[in-house]
């Protein structure tokens, strides 16, 4: 059964280009919250502390917060992206995500290869890579370009293929950052009854989002971040106040 359990988490980022001792001192000293040095005196960049959550099935989260609050990271590090520097992380049940549209995309083969690859990468019998293949191919609408290599695709048309292939197939955690929704319009008409049929099919979806209709529209529960912590959990409308108020 699909579940996430987070205990402490934390993760950091390491600022290479800050090991100069006199402008480390210098940032440290204006106290950013979330600038501090690490047990091997690097400067890192404290992205998410000591974060504790449980998600069961049936849950569909919201992750909200300012800029720079945490969202993504949270949403890359529950997608085995980036490792947790402390604290521990269960993610059970198979993941999709629509976060990066480059990630899991190799941009020396072809947008078909792509397809193919993923569905070997899953484990597909060779008949269900074929339907794999002719859905994510006809809703990425590609054209001649579905057999070319994906390094020439313009930034839209490497979107279109990441969703095609992505919500091609029901994942059980479904792992989504919002400029997911915000393809050009024609691409968004023809999105949405996939994503509304992936979002409702998965048995637990996690979104990082700014717009609170999206919020209310899909979601169970919403967890506020700030400055990397949890600073509210709970249902919608405990979070955000009853709707209309
Ligand atoms: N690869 C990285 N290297 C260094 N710092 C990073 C990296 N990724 C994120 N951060 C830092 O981690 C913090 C959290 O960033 P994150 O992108 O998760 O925020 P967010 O809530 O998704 O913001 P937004 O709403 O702007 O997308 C920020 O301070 C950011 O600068």
């Known amino acids: 059964m699909a579940s996430i359990s987070a205990r402490g988490l934390r993760i950091e980022f390491p600022l290479y280009h800050?090991?100069?001792r006199s402008l480390k001192k210098r940032?440290?000293?204006k106290a950013a919250i979330r600038l501090k040095t690490d047990e091997s005196n690097r400067v890192v960049v404290s992205a998410l502390s000591e974060l504790t959550f449980d998600i069961s099935r049936g849950e569909r989260?919201?992750?909200?917060?300012?800029?720079?609050a945490g969202k993504t990271t949270l949403l890359r590090t529950l997608a085995?992206?980036?490792?947790?520097?402390?604290?521990?992380l269960e993610v059970h049940g198979e993941v999709g995500s629509l976060i990066d549209p480059a990630a899991g995309i190799d941009s020396d083969s072809t947008g078909r290869e792509n397809i193919v690859l993923r569905g070997l990468y899953r484990g597909m019998s060779e008949s269900q890579i074929a339907l794999?293949?002719?859905d994510a191919a006809e809703f990425a609408g590609l054209g001649e370009f579905l057999d070319m290599p994906t390094r020439g695709y313009s930034a839209g048309m490497q979107v279109r293929l990441s969703f095609a292939?992505?919500?091609a197939i029901t994942p059980q955690i479904l792992l989504m950052d919002e400029w997911f929704l915000a393809g050009d319009a024609d691409f968004m008409l023809k999105a949405e009854e996939?994503?509304?049929r992936l979002v409702t099919g998965a048995d637990i979806l996690v979104i990082a989002t700014h717009d609170m209709n999206v919020v209310r529209r899909w979601c169970t529960r919403v967890i506020k971040l700030e400055a990397g912590r949890i600073i509210g959990d709970?249902?919608?409308d405990e979070i955000l106040g009853p709707a209309g108020a």
Do not use: K, M
């Not at 989260?61 to 720079?68: F, R």
């Open 80 to 88: 085995g992206i980036y490792e947790p520097v402390a604290g521990q």
């Open 132 to 134: 794999l293949e002719a």
């Open 61 to 68: 989260v919201a992750l909200i917060g300012t800029n720079g």
């Open 194 to 196: 996939r994503l509304t």
């Open 18 to 20: 800050l090991a100069a």
């Open 27 to 29: 940032l440290l000293a």
């Open 234 to 236: 709970g249902t919608v």
């Open 165 to 167: 292939i992505a919500t």
